[in-house]
């Protein structure tokens, strides 16, 4: 467990302290009084501590996360105590160590994840004007069990010298003009499950598949890797187009992506869809445990979280979009410019979740 702040001594300790000492001065025979005084001390120390702190499980981790909780810290004097991993590994340690879960947030990236902490019933919902006032509708649970706090676009790349008319949504895709062209990764992959779970809450289950279809048909390679190497597929020439988040580019633009940043003049981009329901966007999110011991600290997390400094942190740290409306952009965000977003509320993207895995099994997309 990593504890980002030391310990500092609170004013009534040190008072406490003063009165245990001061009980020991003047009855120094009363063996009773100072055992009852040191129980006292013992407690209330247990008490402050438990009050003062708030535990983080977390699948995210990017360089400016310790600066980032620290200032919660020293505008709260809450201790962060953070514990990273992979999101199934998190969601089995917390499922193990049950109702005894030191757990107050779970962190993780996409909506299909955080609905599947909800749907496992780890989550409790959160009661927040602020956290409501804050963060778009789309972007949280109706009930309040998880929130949005960073954002990001799955869209469309490109090679500019060989593509001359590129897909303007994501129904292109699927065109037969593209065949042999398209490169995405694997249907297990939740973000591909997310943008197929759209196509479902947004045109029905059948017209879904039949866009999967083509999709699947377009394919320039058998689906492999992540984003990032959808991406470096363009630049090595084996995929014209492909789909990718937008972070995955943004970042190649800011900081040295190997095989990657360099060549990315090569590389165009489209925000599907802009003259029908807006570009496919998802979260990272967090939500707070069903058993936290320290649920009211985990309430001013979330909501610092939400706050404009803590926004361009947990944002830039990783090339998202903020989730609060007016926060500025990084610089290699700024750099993709504006988009329509789709508005479809994103718990729609874990209902139909199940739906679009039957969908890829049944066409053969692995
Ligand atoms: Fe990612």
Redesign the pocket.
């Known amino acids: 467990m990593t504890q980002l702040v030391r310990f500092k001594i609170k004013p009534e300790l040190v008072e406490l302290f003063l009165t245990i000492k001061g009980t020991i001065m003047s009855r120094k025979s009363s063996f009773i009084s100072l055992f009852a005084g040191l129980l006292a001390a013992n407690l209330t120390v247990g008490a402050a501590l438990a009050d003062g702190e708030v535990n983080i499980y977390s699948s995210r981790h990017y360089d400016t996360d310790e600066r980032l909780y620290s200032d919660f810290t020293k505008q709260t004097g809450i201790k962060v105590n953070l514990i990273e991993g992979k999101i199934n590994e998190l969601i089995e340690r917390l499922k193990a160590e049950g109702v005894n879960s030191p757990a107050d947030v779970m962190i993780t990236?996409d909506a299909g994840r955080l609905f599947k902490l909800q749907d496992d019933d780890l989550l409790q919902k959160t009661e927040s004007a602020m956290l409501n006032e804050r963060v778009p509708a789309a972007l949280r649970h109706p009930e309040g069990y998880w929130f949005g706090i960073s954002k990001r676009a799955r869209v469309i790349f490109y090679n500019k010298e060989t593509i001359a008319n590129p897909p303007a949504t994501y129904a292109d895709l699927a065109d037969p003009q593209y065949k042999g062209l398209v490169c995405a990764r694997s249907s297990s992959n939740i973000?591909m499950l997310s943008l197929l779970a759209s196509q479902i809450a947004n045109n029905g289950a059948d017209a879904a598949k039949t866009w999967a279809t083509g999709l699947l048909a377009n394919f320039a390679r058998a689906p492999q890797g992540?984003?990032t190497d959808q991406l470096r597929g363009i630049v090595s020439g084996e995929c014209d187009i492909a789909v990718a988040?937008t972070?995955?580019f943004a970042r190649a633009l800011r900081k040295d992506v190997s095989n990657l940043s360099g060549s990315t003049d090569k590389i165009g981009w489209v925000f599907p869809d802009q003259d029908g329901s807006g570009t496919h966007v998802n979260v990272s999110g967090a939500g707070i445990t069903k058993t936290a011991p320290n649920a009211e600290n985990a309430v001013k997390l979330l909501e610092y979280l939400t706050s404009e400094s803590a926004q361009n942190y947990f944002a830039a740290g990783n090339d998202e979009y903020p989730v609060v409306e007016g926060v500025a952009l990084s610089s290699s965000v700024q750099q993709l410019g504006t988009f329509k977003e789709d508005d479809l509320g994103l718990e729609k993207l874990g209902i139909n979740q199940a739906g679009a895995q039957k969908i890829y099994n049944e066409i053969g997309y692995k």
Do not use: L
């Open positions: 990236t973000y992540g984003d988040n972070y995955y």
